[in-house]
């Protein structure tokens, strides 16, 4: 099993920043690839980011490209969400998830364990 509690969603007004935590415990981290997804009201869930177990590669929607930049540290077994020049669309509840591999690549579906989610809100 792997825990993970996010943290850092809050209020900001577009063009802003914010970043996002994701702090994990119990199974071995640095075996999990991690993911960041995001469910706005009305909408599926969709991936946002995600990065491989050693954080050699990544993985962006086209949507985030260029403002969002995940990272890791898996001394700190957490996982972090850079985001930047936010806008409206952003708004949503983001998740951190956590799936294990034996590989090192960057997985987009199968994630095993999730986060309770943090609401991150963009005002125009």
């Known amino acids: 099993q792997v825990q993970l509690v996010e943290s850092g969603g809050g209020l900001v007004q577009a063009g802003g920043s914010l970043r996002l935590s994701c702090a994990a415990s119990g199974r071995s981290f640095s075996s999990s690839a991690m993911g960041w997804f995001r469910q706005a009201p009305g909408k599926e869930r969709e991936a946002v980011a995600a990065?491989?177990?050693?954080?050699?590669?990544?993985y962006y929607a086209d949507s985030v490209k260029g403002r969002f930049t995940i990272s890791r540290d898996n001394v700190k077994t957490t996982v972090y969400l850079q985001m930047s020049s936010l806008v409206p669309e952003d708004t949503a509840v983001y998740y951190c998830a956590a799936k294990h591999v034996v590989s090192n690549y960057v997985p987009t579906w199968g994630y095993e364990f999730w986060g309770q989610g943090t609401q991150v809100t963009v005002s125009s």
């Open positions: 990065i491989s177990r050693s954080g050699a590669f990544t």
